[in-house]
């Protein structure tokens, strides 16, 4: 008998933490605001051209976004290519570090994007496709999913995807928000060397292109330091690094510039200080070299024992 | 990974003294440049230290993706296409990243939860629901 009573009350009781849990949760979905400066000067639509849609086989949706991003920026890889460069198979996944890093393999620079719905539409409306990570379930259950933002309506308040088996399926902003937040709205844009994200930090620009370096060559990313001190002309170590990659490419001349310009822009900046001495050494600008690299010598730093020894060098002749 | 890292450790210590040992020593006679991403993780405190954890992380992950069922042709480059900060993360955390699969594999209970959050529009796991 009493148990009778008591489960309708029990059933009840749940249903109740139930409906405020999801209450709750619809407290936290809203409609993604965009700033007032982004909305006013972004298009009311856009849609970026000429993006191939590669339906995702079994879990691989990693793959498939890369080669669309890939294949619409010209470079020629088939899916099947991808798959052993970026799939994991014990994880029947795979994660953000490897998608920057096949991304880097095929001669392109991986920008993440910083988190906002903004930068978003903005690098869409630029012409660039955008991979998104969203989590389609909730975070209790996890449904890790990469997609191919191609274009948005902000009439409409719909944003279209080429996602897992179909293309161009149209996601409304604030459904698409509760799924990608759930990522920290990670996202990110793949670049020919010498295209930046019109948003992209000075440091971010930076590190990207410094790890693209790493793996590619300074001819491959000359353009894209180029395009950094264009873009942050007060930048010491873009020039530092410019001159390291004109330098790498034979072009002694554009390095001492450079260099030049790094010292101009941080005067403190020993490192480049160091490299200009060096590279005017190799000039035969002995004069030249020996005024560089008493300064780099004088500065106190990682570089300062560096800096001695090639004066000494300097110095006793060689 | 415990017993890769008590062994390597050591050693990776004794080559980078050695190599900056012999660098001050015996300067060579054409003088190299300092490369940007030299420069950049110098700019970082610690900036040996880090070295010597990038190496081993490097290490790490390419055993871990080997375990993961990695093809072992692929590994080598998987892994030098990663930057520093990258081989880090894989190292410490290879586990916890999500991965992004596109599939959900789920209880009963679980369908019906989500099947209420995808008509509430939080979540996106049915086609129908839209």
């Known amino acids: ?318 | 990974m415990k017993t890769l890292r008590r062994f390597l450790s050591p050693l990776l210590i004794l080559a980078l003294v050695l190599g900056s040992v012999s660098v001050s020593a015996a300067p060579l006679p054409t003088s190299e440049l300092i490369s940007t991403q030299a420069a950049l993780s110098a700019e970082r405190a610690d900036a040996d230290r880090e070295r010597i954890n990038e190496i081993l992380s490097r290490a790490e992950v390419q055993e871990q993706l080997i375990a993961q069922g990695v093809d072992l042709a692929e590994v080598d480059a998987r892994v030098a296409a990663l930057s520093d900060e990258e081989a880090h993360q894989m190292a410490e955390q290879l586990e916890q990243l999500p991965a992004g699969a596109g599939v959900v594999g789920a209880l009963l209970v679980v369908f019906i939860v989500l099947l209420v959050t995808d008509i509430l529009g939080l979540t996106n796991v049915f086609p129908f629901t839209r």
């Open chain 1, 1 to 318: 008998m009493q148990g009778r009573i008591d489960r309708p009350l029990r059933n009840a009781r749940l249903a109740g933490v139930l409906l405020l849990g999801l209450l709750l949760l619809t407290g936290c979905a809203a409609t993604p605001r965009l700033a007032e400066s982004t909305a006013q000067t972004l298009p009311r639509q856009a849609w970026v051209e000429d993006v191939p849609f590669h339906a995702q086989r079994e879990y691989q949706c990693g793959p498939a976004a890369l080669a669309m991003v890939l294949n619409h920026d010209g470079v020629d890889v088939p899916m099947e290519t991808l798959i052993p460069q970026v799939f994991i198979p014990g994880r029947e996944g795979s994660v953000q570090p490897e998608m920057l890093a096949t991304v880097r393999r095929h001669g392109r620079i991986p920008f993440v994007l910083n988190d906002s719905f903004d930068t978003l539409l903005t690098e869409i409306a630029a012409g660039h496709p955008v991979i998104v990570l969203q989590n389609l379930s909730l975070p209790a259950w996890p449904m890790w999913h990469y997609a191919v933002a191609i274009g948005y309506d902000l009439d409409a308040r719909e944003l279209t995807l080429h996602s897992g088996e179909e293309a161009e399926r149209i996601e409304s902003f604030r459904r698409f928000d509760a799924t990608w937040a759930r990522s920290d709205r990670w996202a990110f844009v793949a670049l020919k060397p010498g295209e930046l994200p019109s948003g992209i930090g000075e440091q971010r620009a930076l590190q990207a292109i410094a790890a693209f370096e790493q793996v590619q060559d300074a001819d491959a990313t000359l353009p894209a330091w180029s395009a950094f001190v264009e873009r942050f002309p007060h930048s010491g170590m873009g020039y530092f690094a410019l001159g390291n990659a004109r330098h790498a490419t034979g072009d002694r001349e554009g390095a001492i510039e450079a260099f030049r310009s790094a010292v101009a822009q941080r005067d403190d900046l020993g490192v480049a200080w160091l490299n200009l001495g060096l590279t005017l050494q190799a000039q035969g600008d002995t004069g030249g070299a020996r005024q560089a690299l008493e300064r780099a010598a004088a500065l106190p730093g990682h570089w300062q024992a560096h800096a001695t020894a090639a004066l000494e060098r300097l110095s006793s002749g060689d």
